[in-house]
């Protein structure tokens, strides 16, 4: 088995069955790790900026998460069966090159959530440093940190899997150790009946209820391109129950950072300016857990999401190996980073995103899990490489390289989740069709759940790429 301090050698190919040691507690450790960061508790704080109370933003909160969870569980699947990612192992519903579209929401997910955990991270390190030191850097002292955990990032995600499960086992212990220690930092200022601020994103109650939750929703569902990335490393005898626990049980856990958001938003002057607010109601004595926490918590985020996006574009272009497009795509988020915090507002910069990672990921989900129980979990590893080898055919070509029929599903679905959006930064043009609450997700799920099978019937697809059918048992008489 590879060290932990060797660079990871596999790309996108199926992984050796002999290097498939790892387990489902694996896969918790680096889903919970990856979410159990200030990227998570700034989401947390969204709910109280769009004006919510306590109560109603922990139950939009735990809607939002809990609704993820179940979207995203069955994306664990595919890993230990093709030996590959899940952009790759969409080729199987989608087509060996219309599996781009899995590609493309995994390089938007990682942008997002990678540049989330930077600039939170900095943030957090930049103003417990002042608050420690009583020295003011400003913009210089902003983008330094920013930098430092940018790099670190790049050389986790470039030795690989392993060493990346070795930093999400730290930061799920220390972590969690102080996000509880947060207790008796604010625990005696907190306020459970908090009011909220009445001044509502949306206008009104129930469409700003549905904007936290659908927002709450863009952490649980931003995994659902990732779970391959490492459920590949685990052999598929373990129980599916098994490794449909894992990442379930691992976005439960993230109400503890949803949480620790929630509660302190509720104390800082501007729930929209967190960071600075939080750091200047912090005892003293908590101003280097907090950069702590920020410091693994930004590996640990932009780790799961930077490192799936470079190994999957290692494989669409070819030239490159995992570590190049890695640092290629490491170094264009770098650049965004920069522009986005210093050029732009970042709370609406991530409920932009966030909208579009809902609206645009969860069809894909839909139709993958429906092609996974079509398929009776059977897929062919070798022909799923077609595309990544520059080769054509296989079981998985059908219309030069595409399956119109996932691509007319995920379509029309995507599309409608759009039109029916309604977020301070996308609202769609049939936002008001339901009085102005946001139906774009049911839309969009609705949408995709019911075409795609529809689609199978009346089309059927070719039997190669189905299960094999047992021979019945000949009599004996």
């Not at 507690?25 to 004006?51: E, K, M, Q, S, V």
């Not at 942008?111 to 600039?119: E, K, P, R, Y």
């Not at 272009?317 to 650049?335: D, E, H």
């Amino acid at each position: 088995m590879p060290k932990i301090t060797s660079v990871e050698h596999n790309g996108i190919a199926p992984i050796p069955f002999a290097e498939q040691t790892s387990r489902p507690r694996d896969l918790f450790r680096l889903a919970f790790g990856g979410a159990n960061t200030f990227a998570t508790i700034i989401l947390g704080t969204l709910p109280i900026a769009y004006g919510l109370s306590f109560p109603a933003a922990v139950a939009a909160t735990v809607t939002g998460v809990l609704a993820g969870a179940c979207v995203l569980a069955p994306m664990s699947l595919f890993g230990p069966v093709t030996r590959t990612n899940n952009a790759v192992a969409s080729g199987a519903h989608f087509g060996v090159a219309g599996r781009c579209v899995g590609s493309f929401l995994s390089l938007l997910t990682a942008i997002t959530f990678f540049a989330i955990s930077v600039w939170v991270s900095g943030d957090a390190v930049a103003g417990a440093a002042q608050r420690l030191f009583g020295i003011d850097g400003g913009g210089v002292l902003r983008g330094t940190a920013y930098g430092v955990i940018a790099i670190a990032t790049l050389v986790v995600c470039v030795y690989g899997y392993r060493f990346m499960l070795l930093i999400n086992r730290i930061a799920v212990v220390l972590g969690t150790a102080i996000m509880l220690l947060g207790v008796f930092a604010y625990g005696g200022r907190f306020d459970p009946a908090f009011p909220g601020t009445g001044d509502y994103a949306l206008g009104t109650f129930w469409p700003t209820w549905i904007l936290a939750a659908l927002t709450v929703m863009a952490n649980p569902i931003s995994f659902g391109a990732f779970l391959g990335d490492w459920s590949r490393y685990i052999p598929a005898t373990h129980s599916r129950r098994s490794l449909l626990a894992a990442p379930f049980l691992a976005q439960v856990a993230t109400l503890l950072p949803f949480g620790f958001g929630i509660a302190t938003a509720t104390l800082v002057t501007d729930a929209s300016d967190y960071i600075a607010g939080l750091t200047t109601i912090s005892p003293l004595w908590y101003a280097i857990p907090l950069i702590a926490v920020a410091l693994i918590g930004g590996l640990s985020t932009g780790t799961t999401a930077l490192y799936g996006t470079g190994l999957d574009f290692s494989s669409i272009f070819v030239r490159l190996s995992r570590v190049q497009a890695t640092l290629l795509i490491g170094t264009l988020s770098v650049v965004f980073i920069f522009v986005g915090n210093f050029a732009l507002d970042m709370v609406s910069s991530i409920n932009a995103f966030a909208t579009l990672i809902v609206l645009c990921t969860s069809p894909w989900m839909v139709i993958m899990m429906i092609g996974y129980l079509v398929r009776r979990g059977y897929y062919d590893p070798e022909d799923l490489q077609v595309f990544n080898q520059e080769r054509r055919g296989g079981r998985y070509w059908f219309t030069r390289g595409v399956n119109w029929r996932a691509m007319a599903a995920w379509l029309p679905a995507t599309t409608l989740g759009l039109l029916t959006a309604n977020t301070p930064m996308i609202a769609g043009p049939l936002r008001e069709i339901a009085g102005g609450v946001d139906i774009s997700l049911p839309a969009t799920l609705l949408t995709a759940a019911v075409t795609y099978p529809v689609l199978l019937r009346l089309f059927p697809e070719p039997a190669e790429v189905l299960a094999p059918v047992p021979a019945p048992a000949r009599s004996l008489r």
